[in-house]
């Protein structure tokens, strides 16, 4: 199952209902309708039995605790490789070829952030914009 299941409980029946069953229709996911340790009823991993909500709180820990060295991992992946970032570039492109609504919202949110950017560096700056009426 994509990651997205925990965000999907509709779909939650649809998995298997014990880890056993989840192993013998090798899916990644499934769920018992039993609170984990810490009181979340969502759908566990096969792998561990790990709650997912438990899951995702401690990976988003370990990345924000581990900042600088996942920085500096990939700052060397791209430095020693060419390869790696055309590649890399080739899948951004890609995406955005068969996404165009998504590219054209993440241009829009680029845009407003470095708008954002740019007045907060100078707060005397008078910005038009479609939805302000007229000076006086």
């Known amino acids: ?14 998995l298997p209902h014990t880890r056993q069953g989840g192993r013998e229709r090798s899916t990644a996911w499934y769920f018992t309708g039993q609170p984990c340790v810490h009181g979340h009823v969502c759908p566990r991993r096969v792998s561990n039995g790990c709650c997912g909500a438990c899951h995702y709180a401690r990976e988003a820990e370990y990345r924000s605790t581990h900042k600088e060295q996942r920085n500096e991992r990939q700052r060397a992946r791209y430095a020693g490789d060419q390869v790696v970032r ?17 590219a054209m919202l993440a241009n829009r949110l680029y845009r407003w952030r470095k708008k954002q950017a740019a007045n907060m560096r100078n707060p005397h700056r008078i910005t038009h914009t479609a939805s302000s009426g007229s000076t006086d």
Do not use: F, N, V
């Open 86 to 102: 055309d590649k890399d570039r080739e899948k951004i492109r890609r995406y955005r070829r068969e996404h165009p609504e998504y």
């Open 1 to 14: 199952m994509p990651r997205g299941i925990l965000h999907r409980p509709e779909e939650w029946a649809s």
